[in-house]
């Protein structure tokens, strides 16, 4: 069993602070009467590898990203139904326990149910100014049933996979391209103001789950995790080619079969980036790619796969462990936390 585990009250009351502090409201705070328009891209071309495609006019690419753009903000309303739940879930263990860590993740579901309520409002906003016939078919409902038949250490694992790419997503990307669409931007300005502290808790209470469970039940959630990624890895690419056949449909010039080819890996490519992030979390998922012929070399990197994720896991090879995900370049509280986190309610920026 994992070492006895002191809840951190004093990071819940600073995320319960920062919470307090960054509130916002979709209608006076992010909406502000605006409209999209079409002149703006909505995702810089860094996330969406617009610039691999040569054959596309300036024109073209703003509209590609607008396209991925649309898709980006339902990937967060889909993945945002099963963490409000999980979330909801686990505080349970608080119910008649520490009240301040009870009280922070309350705040985070109602703040998981406000950014899909926002992101169910972009979609209304987008679909009056692109073209019919825009695909997006993943049931909120049914994914969230799936992810969460899967372990609470799982889920939360990749919940923070999740939560952390949304920060870098914005502070490296989209808060640094002068050529977004400003309502496009807000909407993830004020998203991320909420995230900084729901990856803080996310690691926060997985590592209270990981300290009480045994070697067994953790390598069992490995392989939930591992399912999971997956499981992702499958929505993209199947959201990469509705994506990639509407763009060819509506960008209103003929692409020949070989740009079509190219623009396809260009969105798979794109997502996985965008969704996956890790470099080991993008192995996991390559050797979904490879031809069933070589079957066993896939299954062998599987194992060598799980056998090197354990070895970082906390409690096996390396105690005591910074950050059980630390090895797959994950770090949410042992980063520099200068302007992200809790830290951000000093952020005049904010
Ligand atoms: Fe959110
Ligand atoms: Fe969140």
Redo the contacts with the bound molecule.
Sequence with gaps: MGVPYLIPTERFSRCIAASKKVWWDIESDVIRGRRFDRASKFLPDGLTLASRLDFLSSDDKVYFSQVQGRTYAHM?GLV?RF?GAKVLEISRDHWLGDQVALEALVRFCE??LK?QALFRRVEALTSEVMPAGYSFTWDPNEVAAAVLGKSSWAVLALTLLI?LF?QSHYRESIREDADLSELFKDVFLF?WK??TQ?AILDELEWRRLDAGISNEARDAAVDELIALVRAVNAIVRGQALADSDYFARTCGRDLSPTELHILRHTVLDGYRFQYILAAEFQRLVDIDREPTRHIDTADRETLDLRARMRAVLPGTRHPPVRHALSGFGFDALDQPTHRVGVDAIDDTAI
């Design positions: 967060f945002e963490i703040e998981e950014h939560e949304t998203h909420e995230e729901h």
